[in-house]
């Protein structure tokens, strides 16, 4: 096929040879597979920001740090400069989660290098050695449902050990190998203790991922994971070894009815007896 002006520069310098398909066209990426020598790998170039549909919401930037001071300052303006630095920042992030997360332990795609927009990593495959399905696109026994989502709570507990939330998880950014589910789709992943709305997005993660499995055996969907997880997270708990239930129990604070009342009333005498004294001093 004719090779995409953004992966021209990395033929050019011979990190590709020759690209061979266009697997998808996503709402931040357009994904290719490329030879790279004798091995089938995955490009996945980004599209320009005014090109995507999913925007670099600001929940999802803050809390990435920019070693850079000049350029941070000059993203804060939203300068041309700075509106580039932002782009490589988007870019990076996903080399940096995929690192993070490979390295501890989490089922994600091996990345090999990003290059002016291009991400090469990993072809996922399934056991016939084709390109793997996505999860939305696979059907799963009782048993598979279940073998899968514990697998999927554990990668996801480890995700959370290494400090990233993915802030986007869902069955569509999920590929299905033949050892299971294999989790993709990072550039929104958002640090788990700078970010202000990372526990939201934990526990959309979770629900969503809830959902999807629970359709096959139903009673995933009684389990309370992104909450029980989430606590342990803040308590300084979680071990990607930690014994989870699925069961979580909200702390119920009981209401004192008549103290409440008590002070209710207390505050309206207390502000009659403002007024009253307020009127007598105006009448002498």
């Keep these: 096929m004719k090779i995409p002006n953004r992966i021209q520069p990395l033929v050019d310098d011979g ?32 599209k320009e920001a005014s090109q995507r549909s999913f925007k670099q919401a600001v929940q999802y930037q803050e809390g990435r740090k920019v070693r850079n001071s000049r350029s941070a300052r000059a993203m804060q303006k939203g300068s041309k400069f700075g509106r580039k630095q932002q782009e490589e920042v988007w870019h990076t992030a996903e080399v940096d989660a995929l690192f993070r997360l490979a390295k501890a332990g989490v089922r994600v795609p091996e990345p090999y290098m990003c290059l002016d927009g291009v991400l090469l990593m990993e072809l996922v495959t399934d056991a016939e050695g084709a390109v793997a399905p996505r999860l939305s696109d696979v059907i799963l026994s009782e048993q598979e449902a279940l073998t899968d989502f514990a697998t999927m ?16 998880l869902s069955e569509f950014n999920v590929l299905q190998d033949e050892h299971g589910p294999v989790i993709i789709d990072l550039p929104q992943a958002v640090d788990a203790a700078a970010n202000n709305h990372a526990e ?28 029980e997880i989430w606590q342990l997270f803040e308590d300084g708990k979680l071990t990607p070894e930690s014994a989870l239930t699925g069961l979580f129990v909200e702390e119920v604070h009981a209401v004192d009815m008549d103290s409440l009342l008590d002070e209710i009333i207390s505050a309206e005498d207390e502000y009659y007896d403002r007024q009253r004294a307020a009127k007598e001093r105006d009448e002498d």
């Design 15 to 46: 990190l590709i040879d020759n690209v061979l398909q266009r697997l998808k066209s996503g709402k931040e990426a357009d994904v290719y597979t490329v030879m790279c020598g004798d091995k089938v790998q995955c490009a996945k170039v980004y």
């Design 200 to 227: 939201s997005m934990f526990e959309r993660d979770v629900n969503n991922i809830t959902a999807y499995y629970g359709q096959f055996a139903p009673q995933i969907l009684e389990t309370r994971y992104a909450k």
């Design 153 to 168: 709570i554990r990668n996801i507990v480890r995700m959370l050990c290494a400090g990233i939330v993915h802030g986007d």
